[in-house]
């Protein structure tokens, strides 16, 4: 698969509706470092008045045999997608809100690079004293149809 991250952070981005989260649309990112920042900087962005939602992958694919004697092979990659804002939980949950619909209307998806897109995991790693309200997300993006190498 050509980059489950990228995959998966533009279905986000393309299907966004500002409507559903007060008019306002975060930042995106993916990857290790966000773009334009050094590596230090990278968590010291203003969340005042936006939101940032980064997607990342924290463990290598898992690539399995689909059956024995078969010539294809099922791909798991498992995908994070970290959603914060210091505007107020309300806002969070309706950034939630809006990257699950996006996702949920897309669980499986014919004639595209992947098969199934998975929520398997949420998380609630808010800090209440310091006003940062984050969420992580956790997606398993699976193709059944990867033809192996013989």
């Not at 989260?21 to 900087?41: A, M």
């Not at 689909?66 to 791909?75: A, D, I, L, W």
């Not at 809006?98 to 595209?112: F, H, K, T, W």
Request: aromatic content about 8%; proline content about 3%; hydrophobic content about 35%.
């Amino acid at each position: 698969m050509a980059d489950a991250i990228k995959i998966l952070h533009d279905i986000v981005k393309d299907n966004w509706t500002n409507a559903n989260t007060d008019s306002i649309t975060p930042q995106f990112f993916y990857g290790e470092v966000i773009p334009g920042t050094t590596e230090s900087d990278a968590k010291r962005l203003d969340l005042r008045e936006k939101a940032a939602v980064r997607f990342y992958m924290t463990d290598p694919a898992e690539i399995v045999p689909n059956g024995f004697g078969t010539k294809s092979q099922r791909e798991t990659y498992i995908i994070q997608v970290d959603i914060r804002t210091m505007k107020s939980r309300v806002h969070c949950r309706k950034i939630i809100d809006e990257v699950r619909r996006i996702c949920n209307s897309r669980i499986i998806a014919p004639n595209s690079s992947f098969d199934i897109l998975d929520l398997t995991e949420e998380r609630d790693e808010s800090n209440n004293n310091t006003g940062l309200w984050r969420w992580i997300l956790k997606f398993n993006l699976i193709n059944y149809n990867k033809a192996r190498a013989t």
